[in-house]
């Protein structure tokens, strides 16, 4: 049992899980792990997330907010969150994006039992979280800078960067609030579908929803429909787009404010998986980068993007540009 986590079998004696198989699965971008349990008449996901990198408070208050608002987030069968120990419903293999991958005509019908799945969402009360303020967006903008420029050796005017984010950033602000629960991670990688969705309007399970914050419905929009891994044609954008500003019956301005959410995330995305290749030697994650580059590209052509994208025009040379995002070495 060496290769399992100090304390795993003790937990799982402690809920009831004594002797069931275990199957370890292939982790992602962050330092959490994860279990497949298995037992002769149950199954579940066991999931690691040690402290101090990890803290699996956060998902566990989400979770209880999230099924408590008629959401489906996983049930929890158990938790040791001073360990990091949560035990949780196993959602099946179903997620979005693999099961794309095999069924894809079922594309049109999946993207709107996603739609709509986010439209419930909003129509709820925010949850007690903190706030997706001024202050959470430049922190996020700013790992553009702090990682991407560098590993391309571009030296840039990072108070300007700022200043060009607030100004675009500044006029959308008054409409989250009071806001609604924002995901911030919901995409096809990250919605489990529990049945078919050409012929089953059941709900979609959610997972990795632990960052949530209060802010605006259109960046989980963003999140969905500007997705870093898997491709998202215009047509299917835009139309998903248009059934959710139906649903959720939008005002004018809440296309200019996708615009301004999508190419905040795109900048911060690509920070991001610079940063997972960089520091955490993790170099899958720049194979996405041209992908989120050609979506932050329609983002800034937008006029309410004008001050950032004039930023990008000055400071990011037209040869990155115009290979979106250029080759880090």
Same mark, same amino acid.
């Given at each position: 049992?060496?290769? /399992? ?56 208050? +989400? ?12 049930? *929890? ?11 949780? &419903? ?16 079922? &594309? ?9 799945? %986010? ?12 706030? /997706? ?8 903008? #700013? ?12 030296? +840039? ?12 950033? $500044? ?10 629960? !924002? ?5 096809? #990688? ?16 959610? *997972?990795?929803?632990?960052? $949530?914050? !209060? ?9 969905? %429909? ?5 491709? @998202? ?5 835009? $139309?998903?787009?248009?059934? /959710? ?9 809440? @296309? ?15 920070? *991001? ?11 899958? /994650?720049?194979?996405? *980068?041209?992908? !989120? ?19 990008? #025009? ?16």
């Amino acid at each position: 049992m060496s290769e /399992y986590p100090q304390g795993m079998m003790e937990f799982l004696n402690s809920c009831g899980w004594s002797g069931c198989a275990i199957d370890a699965i292939p982790g992602d971008a962050s330092f959490r792990r994860y279990f497949r349990l298995r037992k002769p008449d149950a199954k579940a996901m066991l999931m690691y997330a040690p402290p101090p990198t990890e803290d699996p408070e956060p998902f566990l208050n +989400v979770a209880n907010w999230l099924t408590q608002n008629g959401m489906r987030a996983p049930v *929890i069968y158990g938790s040791n969150p001073a360990q990091g120990w949560v035990l949780l &419903e196993d959602f099946g293999d179903d997620r979005m994006r693999d099961w794309l991958d095999d069924n894809p005509d079922g &594309e049109m019908a999946a993207y709107a039992g996603a739609i709509d799945a %986010l439209a419930d969402l909003h129509k709820c009360a925010p949850g007690p979280f903190d706030a /997706y303020d001024m202050a959470v967006y430049q922190r996020e903008t #700013e790992l553009f800078t702090s990682w991407y420029c560098p590993a391309m050796s571009l030296q +840039v005017d990072v108070d300007g960067h700022a200043a060009a984010w607030q100004a675009a950033l $500044a006029p959308m602000m008054a409409r989250q609030n009071p806001g609604v629960t !924002v995901l911030r991670d919901y995409h096809a #990688e990250n919605i489990m579908l529990l049945g078919d969705p050409r012929t089953d309007s059941g709900p979609q399970g959610l *997972i990795d929803f632990q960052d $949530a914050l !209060v802010g605006h419905p259109a960046y989980d929009l963003v999140s969905l %429909l500007q997705d870093a891994r898997r491709e @998202v044609s215009s047509e299917l954008e835009a $139309a998903m787009l248009e059934r /959710y500003c139906q649903k959720a019956d939008t005002a004018e301005e809440f @296309v200019a404010d996708y615009a301004r959410l999508g190419a905040q995330r795109n900048a911060k995305i690509i920070g *991001i998986f610079t940063r997972l290749y960089v520091r955490d030697k993790k170099p899958r /994650y720049l194979d996405f *980068i041209p992908r !989120v580059w050609e979506a932050m590209e329609r983002d800034l052509a937008h006029p309410a993007l004008e001050p950032v994208a004039q930023w990008f #025009e000055s400071n990011v040379p037209d040869a990155i540009r115009k290979s979106y995002g250029g080759k880090i070495a």
